[in-house]
């Protein structure tokens, strides 16, 4: 079972659930975490209350490809973990020794070390939903998505649900000097989450997500690379436990696992570019991309 949220006719945010036969059932909860807490008072799960909703309702005429869309949970913030896939590694290390593969880096000792990489990523004003914009960087010139598999929180760290998350990154900003982490991850709209929450009752194995991401230009398809969640070489428990470590975490946060996929070392997101981040029984997360020049600033 998945849930969404969308703005209905009146441009007021709708939680729902969204079923295998793409039926959209509104729900009466007002977000998220409030449909947690009601399950927890009456120590069930939330899926026998939205089975319960959609047991006794209609759904609307709407497809969900009709609606607009939001962010599933407002995540008050947003973690991710970094070289947790071989892949990722590879990548890390291309970028910090300029394409000369010859000696160990501290990306190795990071994949290979008892303490994994956790850094902070977006907060709820910087992180977009389905179909919105994500930006690029002004003082970047290679640019990519990283498709991660998103955990969605409680404050106490447990796994609520699953959902897609685009960790937007600065390539060349990281591999110029690792201390640069936070200017090559967090700018405004770098971060965008959706399209859905997979509740976490009807998982029976997170290591066996099917990931995909695909970068279309000009409509025509220039990258598609697959993964799979059963690459990690981190468990999500071990990710979590860090991310706690004598850290507070607020209700509906967001931990992002890592990318196993990385484009061709020379490409680079362009204004117009879309994105699409597929994760088996959850969903497709699409953004387009859209470059500084193109940004309108309001200032209030």
Known sequence: MRIIRYLDENSVPILAALTVDLHVYPLPQGDFMELVRQAEEENTFPLRIVESVINSSNPIKQAVEELSLLVPVEAPEVWASGVTY?????????????????????????????????????????????NNEVYLRSDSNWQIPEPELGLVLNKKG???GYTIGNDMSCRDIEGENPLYLPQAKIWKNACSIGPAILLA???TNPYQFEITCRIFRNNVKVVEEKANTCQLKRTFDELISYLIKDNQIFDGTVLLTGTSIVPPNEFTLLNGDKIEIEISDIGILKNSVVAPANVSVSIS
């Open 158 to 160: 447990e796994v609520l």
């Open 201 to 203: 009752e009807t998982v």
């Open 86 to 130: 071989e892949k990722s590694r590879e990548a890390r290390n291309f970028e910090a020794t300029s394409g000369k593969l010859d000696s160990t880096t501290f990306y190795d000792k990071v994949y290979d070390a008892e303490r994994p990489e956790i850094f902070f990523k977006s907060t709820a004003a910087r992180t977009v939903g389905p």
